[in-house]
């Protein structure tokens, strides 16, 4: 079962394809992280999914339903939080829970008090006086306090401290019913999406370039280095999952994109005879960075 | 809180990393045998990962033979099965012998070293000699 189902989402602004033919699927459970670069179609995407802006052509469907048709019947099962979330200013975190409680019929006062612990949510007064990471604590409790079965989140930690993320973190991995609840955030932190998300979309210039679990994403890429007894070895024969990384001395690094194949280190041993061949797991922050500056290149 | 000891960092799997810190906290004795071990939801949250790896991560020690599932009391450290060998040392020891060599230390000094640390990580042989 999928929590999200798209296919072949398009938005245009004008001349501008801010997201072209997106295709991919978030499984129930999951957590599913959509990561590129700022001005990649990430925000654009989620709006699309929750009925804020409508496609020009294809479709999305959330929970089941529609993104087009999502209803208030709806909004009771997703939990939604943006960067720039709009809040009612006056309130203060207590008043904005005791405001949003009767919206929802599967408002649970034992897992809000559980959440609030995690959050280490204690301040009181407006919300206009309050910090950046303190409304974004008190926005993401009014969004989980339902335990929705979709959450959803834009942004959720650019400008944060180190302490509040970890605080939304902790909050996000409560586990209501002891099941995990399906999460869809999007996010240029890697960082902290590399350790929470199991499934990773790669996002730029509007297309999706690359949906798959983590895990394999990880297993995949690898970072070879060749280094030769002699002279430096520039070139790097054209091979379709080799990246250049660069050359330095006796030392060519470069990606190899399909490295969990048997035959991976046969063909890097056959193309560089009598060098040493070291290989190194990539983290998930040099992924996107090949990925980002693969997008870059195609697009000049 | 954590009952082991781990620092997680990126590039290489969060499964390893844990696997390794939790067989190196029953080898150094610092979890023994009957300990409780933090639940899947605890482990996801103490360490901030999906829940799915922390799951992974339970079934691997289990597989392993260092945890029991416990009807009604949950995870529990099980040090009499001696934990599984021959991991991947390779990358370990050649940091070690690359550093040495650096040091200007002998082979000699080097394996008096290792001797040394192996009787200080060895536990007596209370409960290992059952396995």
């Known amino acids: ?300 | 809180m954590l009952p082991f000891t781990v620092s997680l960092h990126s590039g290489e799997s969060i499964l390893d990393q844990v696997v390794y810190a939790v067989t190196r906290a029953v080898v150094t004795g610092q979890l023994r045998d009957g300990d409780a071990f933090p639940s899947v939801r605890t482990l996801s949250q103490e360490l901030k990962i999906n829940p799915n790896t922390a799951h992974k991560i339970v079934a691997a020690l289990i597989e392993d033979g260092l945890l029991m599932s416990r009807q009604g009391i949950g995870t529990v450290v099980t040090a009499t099965a001696p934990p599984a060998g021959s991991a991947p040392l390779d990358a370990d020891v050649e940091r070690v012998v690359i550093d040495a060599r650096r040091a200007g230390m002998t082979l000699q000094q080097v394996i008096a070293l290792v001797r040394n640390l192996w009787t200080r990580t060895g536990r007596p042989a209370e409960p290992r000699s059952r396995g």
């Open chain 1, 1 to 300: 079962m999928n929590a999200v189902e798209t296919r072949e989402l398009t938005r245009t602004f004008g001349t501008l394809d801010a997201v072209q033919g997106l295709t991919l699927e978030v499984p129930e459970g999951s957590i599913f992280a959509l990561i590129g670069p700022n001005g990649a179609g990430k925000t654009t995407t989620i709006k699309l999914l929750m009925n804020l802006i409508q496609p020009t052509s294809g479709q999305a469907m959330v929970l089941n339903n529609e993104s087009r048709h999502l209803g208030v019947k709806d909004w009771q099962r997703i939990g939604y939080v943006s960067e720039n979330q709009e809040l009612p200013e006056w309130m203060s975190p207590s008043e904005l829970l005791a405001y949003y409680r009767p919206f929802y019929p599967t408002w649970d006062d034992a897992l809000c008090g559980t959440l609030q612990e995690a959050l280490g949510l204690t301040a009181a007064g407006p919300l206009r006086t309050l910090s950046r990471g303190t409304r974004m604590k008190a926005a993401l409790l009014a969004s989980l306090a339902f335990s929705p079965e979709l959450v959803v989140l834009d942004e959720p930690f650019s400008g944060l401290d180190p302490l509040v993320r970890d605080e939304l973190v902790r909050a996000l991995l409560e586990m209501p019913g002891h099941r995990p609840w399906t999460v869809l955030v999007s996010s240029h932190d890697v960082d902290e999406v590399e350790r929470l998300a199991d499934w990773i979309g790669f996002i730029n210039n509007g297309r999706l370039t690359l949906v798959e679990p983590i895990e394999s994403l990880l297993n995949r890429f690898s970072l070879v280095e060749v280094i030769t007894e002699r002279e430096t070895v520039a070139e790097l024969p054209a091979v379709s999952n080799w990246v250049r990384h660069g050359a330095a001395g006796r030392t060519l690094r470069f990606v190899d994109t399909a490295h969990d194949q048997p035959e991976s280190l046969q063909r890097i041993g056959a193309a560089f005879p009598a060098a040493t061949i070291r290989s190194s797991r990539m983290s998930l922050r040099d992924v996107f960075l090949v990925l980002a500056r693969q997008g870059a290149a195609e697009r000049s």
